[in-house]
């Protein structure tokens, strides 16, 4: 079992930044990509950024590309998204997930190919 603890959400205006935490417990957690997900009211939940086991392959999704950046401190069991450049379109719970089958470098995008799941956190950017 894998618990996932995000933080790190709020209310900001366009233009602000913020940083996210997601805080792992019960299983090791070098051995597993993470990843972020958010999901807007009435939309389906969409990949956001991931990071593979060690931090050398990441991934960004279009809309984000340049303005975010997925990071993680294994000794500290914590992935971080950092969030810059914030749009209103980017309001939305965010969502940390593990996933701990895949390989080293690997960085599913794909949200059923995730293992466990945050509570979410909520982003608000205001105009």
């Known amino acids: 079992q894998v618990q996932l603890v995000e933080s790190g959400g709020g209310l900001v205006q366009a233009g602000d930044s913020l940083r996210l935490s997601c805080a792992a417990s019960?299983?090791?957690?070098?051995?597993?990509?993470m990843a972020w997900f958010r999901q807007a009211p009435g939309k389906e939940r969409e990949f956001v950024a991931g990071?593979?086991?060690?931090?050398?392959?990441?991934y960004y999704a279009n809309s984000v590309k340049g303005r975010f950046a997925v990071s993680r401190d294994n000794a500290k069991n914590t992935v971080y998204l950092q969030m810059n450049s914030l749009k209103p379109d980017d309001t939305a719970v965010y969502y940390c997930?593990?996933?701990?089958?895949?390989?080293?470098?690997?960085?599913?995008?794909?949200?059923?190919?995730?293992?466990?799941w945050g509570q979410g956190t909520q982003v608000t950017v205001s105009s």
């Open positions: 997930a593990a996933n701990i089958a895949g390989s080293r470098y690997s960085v599913p995008r794909i949200r059923g190919q995730y293992d466990y």
């Open positions: 019960g299983r090791t957690f070098s051995n597993y990509a």
């Open positions: 990071i593979s086991w060690g931090g050398s392959t990441t």
